[in-house]
């Protein structure tokens, strides 16, 4: 749930600066030092880091052969670059 309400968020975000022509500088010189913003953001990092291993997880036994345990650890590898690449981002973006 968390998840889909973040997607809509940020699809609405998108929609409203493309059609508002703002540039990635004008962006950017909205988010920085926003922390609503960044918080809203991490969260929705939290989310996916969250929901796509367990989807990675089912995708590598069922679709590629791996066992249980090679496909959780990848998985699960995947999420904890997932976040920290994500929390880095919203990090740069909002500092």
Not at 25 to 33: F, H, N, P, S, V
């Given at each position: 749930?968390?998840?889909?309400?973040?997607?809509?968020?940020?699809?609405?975000?998108?929609i409203y600066a493309v059609r508002g022509g703002l540039s990635a500088?004008?962006?950017?010189?909205?988010?920085?030092?926003n922390w609503a913003f960044g918080a809203?953001?991490?969260?929705?990092?939290?989310?996916?880091?969250?929901?796509?291993p367990v989807?990675?997880?089912?995708?590598a036994?069922?679709?590629?052969?791996l066992r249980e345990d090679a496909a959780l650890w990848l998985s699960r590898a995947f999420?904890?670059?997932l976040l920290v690449m994500g929390l880095?981002?919203?990090w740069?973006?909002?500092a």
């Open positions: 749930m968390v998840l889909a309400l973040c997607v809509l968020v940020h699809l609405g975000v998108l500088a004008g962006i950017l010189g909205r988010t920085q030092g809203f953001y991490a969260v929705f990092v939290v989310a996916c880091a969250v929901h796509v989807g990675l997880a089912n995708i036994r069922e679709w590629w052969g999420g904890v670059l880095r981002a919203v740069a973006v909002v």
